[in-house]
Nanobody, 125 residues
Framework: VQLQASGGGLVQAGGSLRLSCAASGRTLSTYVMGWFRQAPGKEREFVALIRWSDGDTFYADSVKGRFTISRDNARSTVYLQMNVLTPGDTAVYYC???????????????????WGQGTQVTVSS
């Protein structure tokens, strides 16, 4: 599956941004999709995931209550609504997808075979 991410930018602390990730090339019903991020000098880390078949969502503790992941079946698009952003959220955000017929969800970036191009999110203090 091919992924095209968009929506990053520069925002002040406390502000909001919405990322989008449009998927093409495959039927998504057996996929897990979502977002990882990587800040300068840090490891790539899990942010949020959604299981396409039933819409179950999973969040890193650091973003729980502030970020919301959702999907649009008709547009084959995943969204990440990010609210109450902090400088600690500054990173390159990557959209990911993994074919998971069993429905299992992994929080390791190594599991995900499809990656979008990355979009920069910068939060100023």
């Amino acid at each position: 599956v091919q992924l095209q991410a968009s929506g990053g930018g520069l925002v002040q602390a406390g502000g909001s941004l919405r990322l989008s990730c449009a998927a093409s090339g495959r039927t998504l019903s057996t996929y897990v999709m979502g977002w990882f991020r990587q800040a300068p000098g840090k490891e790539r880390e899990f942010v949020a995931l959604i299981r396409w078949s039933d819409g179950d969502t999973f969040y890193a503790d650091s973003v729980k209550g502030r970020f919301t992941i959702s999907r649009d079946n008709a547009r084959s698009t995943v969204y990440l609504q990010m609210n109450v952003l902090t400088p600690g959220d500054t990173a390159v955000y990557y959209c990911v997808a993994h074919l998971a017929p069993s429905g299992s969800v992994s929080f390791s970036p190594r599991t995900y075979e499809s990656w979008g191009q990355g979009t920069q999110v910068t939060v100023s203090s």
